[in-house]
């Protein structure tokens, strides 16, 4: 191990005025030692009180070590004592985590993986999660394995932060990694009253006739969240291609998670090919999954009542 020694007056200023990391500046000579230092705490530094030096290491060193230091100034200089608490620069590791996909479905089970880099005397570490809306929880903590992993899984009931944190150790820096994992809400629909159906080429469509006044279109969207809304899209086709014949604004879904959409009949071409849908958006803050498509149920109205 290389030891830079400072002189007494060098030292005190250091201790005195030091707010940065220590390195081998203000240099009065060299030693050189291939004997361990002594004490763990102190195995980048330590003071050698009987001869008034200062021995600071050059190579990485550990986090917070108090260093006390007194003279008693000889002949030279006035006596002087000071103490001081030494941040030394610490390598970063390397630390990810990452889960088995980014979006699930209520209920669905995530891997999340924590993967540690190169360290030095720890492989512990810590994995948390904090779903939308509640504070972080620990999931698990323990030493990686031989590959740099640490493996939990977790049941997923609304959008969720992971984390994994490394505490740090003598040669390499605390860090945490964070991810999210969102996830995807059910959106159930139908029809409210149609009388029949057809296909037409490999799409079944329901059938209405105009002598039922209204059509109905329920959707229901789990799990439950207040402050999210749905708007409802309805297209005709025609010309060759599907055309937006109306639209409703966002509105909230009941208290159940429903909502029920209606229009009248009369305003449909007699025998057209229609297309309806909704659409699902979260509350802006604190929402517990992502926006979500419902599928296109296909309907045609004819004229008149059925015969």
Excluded at 37 to 63: C, E, K, N, Q, R
Excluded at 184 to 195: E, F, K, N, S, V
Excluded at 245 to 272: E, H, I, M
Aim: some cysteine; glycine content about 8%.
């Amino acid at each position: 191990m290389k030891l830079v020694r400072f002189s007494p007056p060098t030292a005190a200023a250091l201790l005195l005025g030091l707010t940065t990391v220590i390195g081998p500046g203000a240099v009065d000579s060299y030693a050189a030692s291939d004997v361990p230092l002594p004490i763990a705490h102190f195995a980048h530094m330590v003071v050698d009180a009987p001869h008034g030096h200062l021995f600071i290491s050059g190579g990485p060193g550990t986090d917070g070590i108090l260093v006390a230091f007194t003279y008693d100034g000889g002949t030279s200089y006035l006596p002087v004592a000071a103490s001081a608490k030494v941040q030394v620069s610490r390598a970063t590791p390397s630390l990810s985590v990452t889960t088995d996909a980014k979006s699930y479905h209520s209920g669905a089970t995530v891997k999340v993986t924590a993967h540690l880099g190169t360290t030095y005397n720890s492989r512990l570490v810590t994995l948390y999660d904090q779903p939308a809306g509640k504070p972080r929880a620990q999931l698990k903590s323990g030493k990686v394995d031989a590959h740099g992993n640490l493996v939990a899984y977790y049941k997923v009931t609304r959008n969720t932060a992971f984390s994994a944190a490394f505490a740090g150790d003598y040669r390499y820096a605390p860090r945490t990694a964070t991810t999210t994992a969102t996830l995807t809400p059910t959106i159930r629909t139908a029809m409210q009253y149609p009388l029949a159906t057809t296909r037409v080429g490999s799409t079944t469509y329901q059938v209405f006739y105009k002598s039922e006044v209204n059509m109905g279109f329920d959707l229901q969207v789990t799990p439950r969240q207040s402050g999210g809304c749905t708007t409802v899209y309805l297209e005709h086709y025609y010309s060759g291609a599907w055309h937006q014949a109306a639209s409703q604004s966002c509105v909230p879904l009941y208290g159940d998670g429903w909502y029920g959409y209606t229009r009248a009949l009369k305003l449909f071409a007699s025998n057209d090919h229609y297309r309806i849908r909704g659409h699902y958006t979260p509350p802006a803050k604190d929402a517990q999954t992502t926006g979500a498509w419902s599928q296109w149920t296909y309907l045609t109205v004819r004229p008149g009542s059925p015969s």
